[in-house]
């Protein structure tokens, strides 16, 4: 699949041309996006993203927010397996950064950080 490329959120130009992603780079865009995404909050596929409302107001849980990413990215038919996922919770500022590692449908290893707003850690 071939997409635009997105840095932090917005489309990337380069001298006033979009640039393209494609292949395991534009996977891994689309998982941190999906992942980024508040479940419910996109118009058109009001059934992807994290439940983020699962964790809020809650006591850090990592095996709830292992399987809240797990949830959202199981319907990511590219997706073979998800291999890995580390999370490393800051208490002090109160945000987790995660590590995924899965396997595409095409064999290849994807890899991925994200932190709490989605963006690339």
Known sequence: MRTWLLQDGDIVLEQGNVKWVEGREELAQAVRVRLGT???ESFFTPEMGLDHEQM?????????LRELVLEALADE???ASVDEIDIQFDRASR???VHVVMTSVEGEEVEIDVNS???EA
Do not use: V
Request: charged letters at 25%.
């Open 38 to 40: 508040r479940l419910g």
């Open 56 to 64: 809020i107001g809650q006591p850090f849980n990592e095996d709830q």
């Open 77 to 79: 038919y590219r997706i």
């Open 95 to 97: 945000t987790a950064d």
């Open 117 to 119: 707003s989605g963006f």
